[in-house]
């Protein structure tokens, strides 16, 4: 009698050429121990190697989604939360999915990797795009950017989850572990990718490669790092079909990303003259951000865009300019402090007063102060501002520079970026103001540019309400009518429709009101007055009152 759990003899029996060994696992079966061309220690470094690769290109992804969704709407905080919650939700999504692909884990692995590397590379450009071609059409088309970042957000979550239990499986098919070592190996490694992917998302790829090109490496780098592991260990996992589909998808993915890269450029100039118009003279990106010069030359006015918003719109500039200078200069003005400005304009209209001795500009971006001295048409703009003796120019954050300074003045100037902008709320908070009372001396005043008035007036009386929670006396006004070239607001370089119709300024000083205006002294063209009476009252037409302080742990700008 035969032993039914003992299998017979093949003695004798000839077995067809190229038919599997008895008892052996069809081809793509991954029930048994992998077949490695490599000790399985050897194994185990490689697929731990790729976990690390993998990880780091994921985070990049992230990190890049949130950058350029941050620099296409200014609010970094709503961007980044929104990246983050929906990558993390399709994660666990993408890793319930990749359960039915277990049983084809390397051929499963291989086609995630090529898909995110494709997804993941592309994110950037098509943002880009998006925002360039149709940031400008209104209507449904005006969300658009916002909804591409959720459906990027989704996808690359998706198959982000998908790697972590393929990559379980093909761990464990080199050599049989308990669970929980199996797990602490490939989340250590996960980990520490991240780190370095974080890392060397903001100090390595982008001041290097830039979000286009940064991007489209990474993808280059999973694909190579996903194909490599699969059909350098695991080939015999795979069919000849499928061996021959994966190599043949890494190929054209990688041709895809190459050329994207060899074409970035030419993309980028014709995005970027799709935003600014054909008429683009100087276009770099910083340490802070992108700055781009449009028109200076050839009666074409100038136009200053940072982070691709206006910032200085050269055809009515000047009336921006003196509304926000020349009110907090009637009085003493011997000693003057301008936070920002790094254009030059506003300290242009400082020295335009007798009697100042000194302007001190604290501007956090050295490559803005750079143009304002060298780029022709600037300079010409602001008059050569900043090579006056009387002026000192230092680089770095206004809030540090105030709390590090013993230094007091009689005007402090404060023209910085729109209040709406997510880092430049601590510049806009109670506590900001406060270091700005104590450089301020008796008798001193504020002004501060705060952004539209009419388009955004809760926001407008934020500031109004955070400088006297500061323990300063204010008098807002405003300056409508922008003529066809919109300076210092938040609103994007498309939509022209959309971006603000006027300027709002908060004048403020220790212990009276802020003067009204002197009739006996000479008006500059743009300004009927210190704080003209008409500008007060449409200002104090759209007061929203009851409204608290914005702080730096309790920011209050969204709106």
Known sequence: MIDPHVPSSTRGVTRARGAPEPGAPPPGDQGGPARLPVRPGTGRFFVLACVFVCAACGLVYELELVALASYLTGDSVTQASVVLSVMVFAMGIGSLAAKRLRCRAAAGFGAVEAALALVGGYSAMALYAMFAWTGDRGGAWASGSHCLVVVFSLAIGLLIGAEVP????????IRRQDAGGAVADLFAADYVGALVGGLAFPFLLLPLCGQLTGALLTGAVNVIAGGALVLGLFRQDLTRRACCLLLAADLVVLALLATAA?????????ARNAVYGGDVRVALRTGVQEVVLTGGTRGHPLGLYLDGRLRVGGRDEHRFHEALVHPALHGPRARVLVLGGGDGLA???VLRHPGVRRVDVVELDAGVVRLARRDPALSALNRHAFDDPRVHVTVGDAFDWLRRTRATY???ISDLPDPGITPSTKLYSQ?????VRHALQPGGRLVVHAG???SRPRTFWTVDATVRAAGLRTAPYRVGGHGSGLAAGLGRTSGASRAPRDWGFVLASLTRPPPRGDPG??????VTGAVPAAEARAAAATRVTGLPPSTLVHPRYAD
């Open 410 to 412: 009689d005007v402090v």
């Open 521 to 526: 002294e000479p008006r500059p063209p743009g």
């Open 166 to 173: 393929l990559l379980m499986e093909l761990i464990q098919r």
């Open 347 to 349: 300290t242009r209209e």
């Open 452 to 454: 539209p008035v009419r």
């Open 262 to 270: 060899v074409l970035a450029d030419d993309f980028e100039r014709a």
């Open 431 to 435: 506590e900001f103001y406060g270091l």
